[in-house]
């Protein structure tokens, strides 16, 4: 079982940045791929990034492209989602995920949750 914490969320102005970071509790943290997605009130659960076992892959949704990059501290068994230029369309629960993958992104089946941390962007 992994538990994965998500924290860094909060309230910005619009233009303005976050990091995200998720901490996994596994020794093997190594060999997941870890995502990021997000939720949104009253939407589904969207796709926002992802990033290989290796680090050396990412994958990102188009909405996401150029303002945010997805990271990983294995040694800190963390991955990072920094923010930049945000905008009010991007105020969501922010969601972490794991699955024990040596794939390429972004085709990954995960298997762990975060419980969230809320982004709000302010106009």
């Known amino acids: 079982q992994v538990q994965l914490v998500e924290s860094g969320g909060g309230l910005v102005q619009a233009g303005g940045s976050l990091r995200l970071s998720c901490a996994a509790s596994?020794?093997?943290?190594?060999?997941?791929?870890m995502g990021w997605f997000r939720q949104a009130p009253g939407k589904e659960r969207e796709f926002v990034a992802c990033?290989?076992?290796?680090?050396?892959?990412?994958y990102y949704a188009d909405s996401a492209k150029g303002r945010f990059t997805i990271s990983r501290d294995d040694a800190k068994n963390t991955v990072y989602l920094q923010m930049n230029s945000l905008k009010p369309d991007d105020t969501a629960v922010y969601y972490c995920?794991?699955?024990?993958?040596?794939?390429?992104?972004?085709?990954?089946?995960?298997?762990?949750w975060g419980q969230g941390t809320q982004v709000t962007v302010s106009s």
């Open positions: 990033i290989n076992w290796s680090g050396d892959s990412t």
């Open positions: 596994t020794r093997r943290f190594s060999s997941y791929a």
């Open positions: 995920a794991a699955d024990r993958s040596f794939g390429d992104p972004p085709v990954y089946e995960y298997d762990y």
